[in-house]
């Protein structure tokens, strides 16, 4: 009987001590075996957040920094506009100054930011807030376009009138100069058109603003660009087809050997 | 020396310096100042002489010249503002 009972306690003893062995053992096991527990996950998310963070700052410092020099080079072009008062070129540089500013701050801002969502959000103004490709640029890029071809046709109107001296004279000296004439009348209308172009593409952006990720208006804005820079092309196809009709009429008028006829060109035009 | 060869002497010398003052006259009206200043705009003295209306006719030419070297700059100009509104509309963001 007491056999009996000494060997039922040694055979619980050492059960129990297997099962606490066991236990203990377990965990180690479980690490070799890859399964994992709800630390190890958290630690991978935080991994990953520590590898995207800088991923997204130097995305956004790419693409903050490209939009600066972009305004900066607009903003150098602007200021070379001929057509213009200094009060309209001030404007645009505030506006462009504004921009770069407001780019700088959230550039500050990101490169601080020591969360993923919101990093994230900060990126996406970038594009949304300023729409400095999308607008700003394009919109100023048209405004010296539109100059532009303002100082073209400015030119072309001076050159037109020595033309027009030169084959009037061509005429009073009895030369055939109708084709001349047709070529400089032609002219005269392709730089008119050009200047009429070019108005029409300052008036239809002028007053344009960032969208603020309204997209009504972001196709608003985008159908307007589109117009005021098919206008600028027009105007520019125009101008070259004046270009052309100059080559023209210069040929011709040394074909027609005016400078022996000269002294009529100055009776001509007393 | 007689008085026949003493007053052919004068005679020549007479003609020479009339030659001198006509030439002295005629070249002036051919300095490129004069040409600046009616190449645009007729003048009374683009009719006084046939060598000045020559050479109107020359800086006419130069003026035009100079207009269409400037347009063409210009519109080397216009087309590189054209690609930078391209560039931007393009983008679209």
Known sequence: ?270 | MTTKATLGLIIIIVLIGLAGWWYAMDKPTETPTTIQTTNTQSTSSESTSPATNTTVTNSSDASIDQSVNSIDTEMKGLDSDNANTDSGLNAQN
């Open chain 1, 1 to 270: 009987m007491n056999t009996k009972k000494i060997t039922a306690s040694i055979v619980s003893l050492a059960t129990a001590s297997t099962l606490l062995a066991g236990l203990a053992v377990l965990p180690a096991h479980a690490e070799e075996l890859g399964l994992k527990d709800s630390t190890k996950v958290n630690a991978r998310v935080d991994l990953k957040t520590e590898d995207r963070l800088p991923k997204i700052i130097s995305r956004s410092n790419v693409a903050i920094d490209a939009r600066v020099d972009a305004l900066n080079k607009l903003n150098a072009r602007i200021q070379q506009m001929k057509n213009v008062s200094v009060t309209f070129k001030s404007n645009i540089s505030s506006q462009i100054q504004t921009n770069i500013l407001g780019l700088t701050t959230l550039k500050t801002k990101i490169d601080a930011d020591t969360d993923v969502t919101i990093a994230l959000t900060d990126e996406k103004s970038i594009l949304g807030s300023f729409r400095i490709y999308a607008l700003v640029i394009p919109q100023g890029y048209i405004l010296a376009s539109a100059d532009r071809v303002d100082t073209v046709v400015s030119l072309m109107s001076d050159l037109g009138a020595k033309l027009q001296l030169r084959i009037t004279a061509g005429q009073t000296a009895g030369k055939d100069v109708s084709k001349l004439q047709a070529s400089l009348n032609d002219f005269n209308s392709k730089t008119a058109d050009a200047k009429v172009q070019s108005n029409t593409a300052v008036t239809t952006i002028a007053s344009l603003s960032p969208d603020q990720g309204d997209k009504i208006k972001q196709d608003a804005n985008t159908t307007a660009l589109k117009a005021a820079r098919s206008n600028i092309k027009t105007a520019t196809q125009d101008l070259r087809a004046a270009h052309e009709e100059v080559k023209t009429i210069i040929k011709g008028l040394k074909d027609l050997n005016l400078s022996v006829d000269a002294s009529s060109s100055a009776r001509v035009s007393q």
